[in-house]
C-alpha cells in the first residue's frame, strides 16, 4: 500500500493515513468499481477553480490548488487501495498555518464526490 509522507508539525496539513488526531481525516468511501470511483474524482476536481491534475495512474492521483490572491500552492494525494476507499493528504507547501483550508477543501471534495 502506498503511503503518504506525514505531515508536519505545522496546522497546515490533513492526511487520513495518519493517527494524530490534529491532522486526521476521514478517507473518502465509494461503492462500485474502483474505475468509476477515480473518473468520479476526475469530474469533481476538474470542476474546481485554480486545481490542477499533475499526476494521475491507476490508483494515485496528485493535484494542486493555487490560492486566489498570492498563488499559494496546496499539494492533495489521492491514493486507492485495493477496498472501497481513497486515502487523501491535503498539505500547504509553505507557511505555518492554513487557518483550515486543507481541511475544508477536502470536505468540500467529499460533498461533491458523494454527491454525484
Given at each position: 500500500?502506498?503511503?503518504?509522507?506525514?505531515?508536519?508539525?505545522?496546522?497546515?496539513?490533513?492526511?487520513?493515513?495518519?493517527?494524530?488526531?490534529?491532522?486526521?481525516?476521514?478517507?473518502?468511501?465509494?461503492?462500485?468499481?474502483?474505475?468509476?470511483a477515480?473518473?468520479?474524482?476526475?469530474?469533481?476536481?476538474?470542476?474546481?477553480?485554480?486545481?490542477?491534475?499533475?499526476?494521475?495512474?491507476?490508483?494515485?492521483?496528485?493535484?494542486?490548488?493555487k490560492?486566489?490572491?498570492?498563488?499559494?500552492?496546496?499539494?492533495?494525494?489521492f491514493?486507492?487501495?485495493?477496498?472501497?476507499?481513497?486515502?487523501?493528504?491535503?498539505?500547504?507547501?509553505?507557511?505555518?498555518?492554513?487557518?483550515?483550508?486543507?481541511?475544508?477543501?477536502?470536505?468540500?471534495?467529499?460533498?461533491?464526490?458523494?454527491?454525484?
Amino acid at each position: 500500500m502506498k503511503k503518504f509522507t506525514p505531515c508536519p508539525k505545522k496546522p497546515n496539513c490533513v492526511n487520513s493515513q495518519c493517527s494524530d488526531g490534529s491532522h486526521y481525516i476521514e478517507p473518502l468511501t465509494y461503492n462500485g468499481s474502483v474505475e468509476a470511483a477515480t473518473t468520479r474524482l476526475r469530474q469533481v476536481i476538474e470542476s474546481m477553480k485554480r486545481a490542477r491534475i499533475v499526476e494521475d495512474t491507476d490508483n494515485y492521483m496528485r493535484v494542486e490548488f493555487k490560492s486566489a490572491v498570492i498563488g499559494f500552492v496546496d499539494d492533495v494525494e489521492f491514493f486507492f487501495p485495493d477496498e472501497p476507499i481513497i486515502h487523501v493528504k491535503s498539505a500547504s507547501r509553505i507557511g505555518y498555518s492554513d487557518f483550515g483550508v486543507n481541511r475544508k477543501r477536502v470536505e468540500q471534495i467529499r460533498k461533491l464526490f458523494t454527491s454525484k
